[in-house]
């Protein structure tokens, strides 16, 4: 089992910034990649960014590109979300989360195993 527990969420205004972290404990050597995922009340959750431990690029959607980053620290088994220039749309609860991913020719294959219970993002206009 791996256990994921997410902080640095809070309120904030347009504009602003936020650092989210993920702490990774337990059976991690079963996982090769994390994520965050958000989720808005009435929506659909939504993959924000994925890293893998191969170091290949990260993924990023495509509403977060160029405003979000996702890095990890090895030594610490945590992950973290920059969030800049947030957004009120931005607005959600961000969950971690770890599992095994693959990449057979062009396509990714991720399983995820793992999540965090969440960490709520609230951003005011």
């Known amino acids: 089992q791996v256990q994921l527990v997410e902080s640095g969420g809070g309120s904030v205004q347009a504009g602003g910034s936020l650092r989210l972290s993920c702490a990774a404990s337990?059976?991690?050597?079963?996982?090769?990649?994390m994520g965050w995922f958000r989720q808005a009340p009435g929506k659909e959750r939504e993959g924000v960014a994925y890293?893998?431990?191969?170091?290949?690029?990260?993924y990023y959607a495509d509403s977060v590109k160029d405003r979000f980053i996702i890095s990890q620290d090895n030594l610490k088994n945590t992950v973290y979300l920059q969030m800049n220039s947030l957004r009120p749309e931005d607005t959600a609860m961000y969950y971690c989360?770890?599992?095994?991913?693959?990449?057979?020719?062009?396509?990714?294959?991720?399983?995820?195993?793992?999540w965090g219970q969440g960490t709520q993002v609230t951003v005011s206009s």
């Open positions: 989360a770890a599992g095994l991913c693959s990449r057979v020719g062009g396509s990714w294959y991720r399983d995820w195993d793992y």
């Open positions: 890293i893998y431990a191969d170091g290949g690029s990260p």
């Open positions: 337990g059976a991690t050597y079963n996982t090769n990649c």
